[in-house]
C-alpha cells in the first residue's frame, strides 16, 4: 500500500467532517462525489443548494446527497456566527454589521462552522487565493495553543529508500513565511514532526535543521555589532537550541548539510555523535526559498512526487490548494485534512 492509500484508509477509519466552501466549482464538486462514493469523510459542501443540485445531475455525480449542504445566503445559524464573529473580533473593530456580511462568505463561514464544532477542517483554493483561505483562519479559528507560526509541509517521495522514511522525507517551510525567526524555526520544526506524524504516518520523525554547515564546518559573514551570522548558520543553531529546549519530547538536531542529515556514511565523518544525522526523515529549511527551489529541483530533477503544501500551526487544520489542481489533488487533500483532524483532536 503507497503513502496515499494509507493516508486515505487512515482517514476512512476515523471520518471527519470536512469543509469545502467552493462547492459550486467543478473540480471540486467531482472531489467531492468521489469522496462521498469511497465514505472518507463527512462533507459540509457551502454554495447555493439548487445550483450544485443541478450541476451534480449536470456533471452525472450520484453521491452528492449524501453531503450536508450549507446556502451562504439563506443559513438559518448566520445571526448566531454574526454574534460568535462579532465578539472574536471586537477588538480589531469589528461590528455586528460587517460581521453580518462576512459570515454569507463562503470562507468565512467554513471558518465559523468549524470554531462552532461543526466541522473538523475545510479545504479551498480551486478559487481563491492562499491570502483569502488563511485570512479568516487566522481570524476565526487561529494558531494551535503555543504556535504562533502558520508554515507548510511537503511530503517528499522519492525512489531512494535508503533514505528518510523508505524514501520519504518531509520538508517545512516550503509555502508560508519567507524568513523565519529562530524561534519561528523552532516552531516550524515541531508542526513538521506533527504533521510528519499524523499524515505521513512516521512513528518516529527524526528532525534535522539545514544549513550549509555540518556543526560548526563553515561560516558565513558577521555582523560586527551583533557578533552574529550575517545569513542563516546561527539562526539555525539559535532554533535548534529552542526547538530542543521547548519541545523535549522532539527529536531534533542541526545544523547538519543534507547529505550528514540523510547519508549515514556521510554522517559518520561529518556529525559523529549525532542522533539524527544519518537518518532524518523531516527536514528543516531556514527559509521559504530553500524550501521552495529544494523541492521542486528534486521533483522535476530526481522524479520524486511532491504532495501539499499541507498547512500546519493552525488550530484546525485549514488546507490551501492550487488554483491549477486537479480533481484528485483535492480528493487527497481531504484525506489529508481528515488525518490533520484527527491529530488535533487527539
Known amino acids: 500500500m503507497d503513502l496515499l492509500q494509507q493516508i486515505v484508509a487512515r482517514a476512512k477509519a476515523n471520518k471527519q467532517r470536512i469543509v469545502l466552501p467552493e462547492a459550486e466549482e467543478e473540480r471540486t464538486l467531482k472531489a467531492a462525489d468521489k469522496v ?12 447555493n443548494p439548487e445550483n450544485i443540485k443541478k450541476l451534480a445531475a449536470e456533471w452525472g455525480l450520484n453521491n452528492i446527497d449524501k453531503a450536508t449542504i450549507v446556502d451562504p445566503e439563506n443559513n438559518p ?11 472574536l473580533r471586537q477588538k480589531k473593530g469589528m461590528t455586528i454589521e460587517k460581521a453580518r456580511e462576512l459570515v454569507k462568505n463562503n470562507l468565512y463561514l467554513g471558518c465559523m462552522i468549524i470554531k462552532t464544532e461543526g466541522a473538523d477542517g475545510q479545504i479551498s483554493g480551486a478559487l ?13 479559528i487561529k494558531c494551535a495553543p503555543g ?14 529508500e535508503q533514505y528518510g522514511e523508505n524514501g520519504i522525507v518531509v520538508m517545512g517551510d516550503v509555502a508560508v513565511t519567507p524568513n523565519p525567526t529562530a524561534e ?11 504533521t510528519a506524524r499524523s499524515v505521513a504516518g512516521f512513528k518516529d520523525p527524526n528532525v534535522a535543521m539545514l544549513s550549509f554547515s555540518t556543526k560548526g564546518s563553515a561560516q558565513d559573514a558577521i555582523n ?7 545569513y542563516i548558520i546561527d539562526k539555525v543553531v539559535e532554533a535548534t537550541k529552542i526547538a530542543k529546549e521547548k519541545y523535549p519530547e522532539l527529536k531534533v538536531d542541526g545544523e547538519l548539510q543534507a547529505d550528514a542529515a540523510l547519508d549515514p556514511t556521510t554522517a559518520a ?5 549525532s542522533d539524527i544525522a544519518g537518518k532524518a526523515n523531516v527536514l528543516v529549511v531556514p527559509n521559504l526559498e530553500v524550501g521552495n527551489i529544494g ?10 512526487t511532491a504532495i501539499g503544501p499541507i498547512l500546519q500551526g493552525i488550530a484546525r487544520p485549514v488546507n490551501d490548494l492550487s488554483r491549477g489542481c486537479s480533481v484528485d489533488d483535492i480528493y487527497y487533500m481531504v484525506a489529508i485534512t481528515a488525518c490533520q483532524a484527527q491529530d488535533a483532536k487527539a
Do not use: F, N, W
Open 36 to 47: 462521498l462514493a469511497d465514505d472518507i469523510a463527512e462533507l459540509i459542501l457551502i454554495g
Open 77 to 87: 445559524r448566520s445571526e448566531e456566527y454574526a454574534e460568535k464573529l462579532t465578539e
Open 128 to 140: 481563491s487565493t492562499t491570502g483569502d483561505t488563511l485570512r479568516p483562519a487566522l481570524q476565526i
Open 147 to 160: 504556535i504562533s507560526c502558520v508554515s507548510g509541509a511537503m511530503l517528499v517521495l522519492t525512489h531512494e
Open 184 to 194: 519561528q524555526l523552532a516552531q516550524i520544526a515541531y508542526t513538521t514532526a506533527a
Open 224 to 230: 560586527k555589532e551583533t557578533g552574529k551570522s550575517v
Open 269 to 273: 565523518k561529518k556529525a559523529p555523535g
Open 295 to 304: 523541492y521542486k529541483l528534486v521533483q522535476r530533477l530526481g522524479g520524486a
